[in-house]
């Protein structure tokens, strides 16, 4: 089965930029649609950004459109989240998931999370 590994998450002040990866095991990566969810203590966890199989179709949520860019090398195994524009609210757990359906609204395989922290 293929295992996620998220890196890139940090300490961010407000405005400023992170670039998230998330790298699979297997090149079966290709072979799942691959999103970014985060949570934040006491909260559900919520969808970011997905991207299909191929990299050419994305979706995001509302809050982060226009601010955040997903995308994917399926040559690397591995999806990026590009965060522009970062505000304190975006302040959470980020987790790499894969699914094998599309839209993803939830995932099959999950990373163990990278840590986003903006300062205001």
């Known amino acids: 089965q293929v295992q996620l590994v998220e890196s890139g998450g940090g300490l961010v002040q407000a405005g400023g930029s992170l670039r998230l990866s998330c790298v699979a095991s297997?090149?079966?990566?290709?072979?799942?649609?691959t999103g970014w969810f985060r949570q934040v203590p006491g909260k559900e966890r919520e969808f970011v950004a997905g991207v299909s199989w191929s990299g050419e179709v994305t979706d995001y949520a509302d809050s982060v459109k226009g601010r955040f860019t997903i995308s994917r090398d399926n040559a690397k195994n591995t999806a990026y989240l590009q965060m522009n524009n970062l505000k304190p609210e975006d302040t959470a757990t980020y987790y790499c998931a894969a699914a094998g359906n599309w839209p993803i609204r939830t995932g099959d395989i999950w990373g163990q999370g990278t840590l986003v922290t903006v300062s205001s």
């Open positions: 297997r090149r079966a990566f290709s072979s799942y649609t």
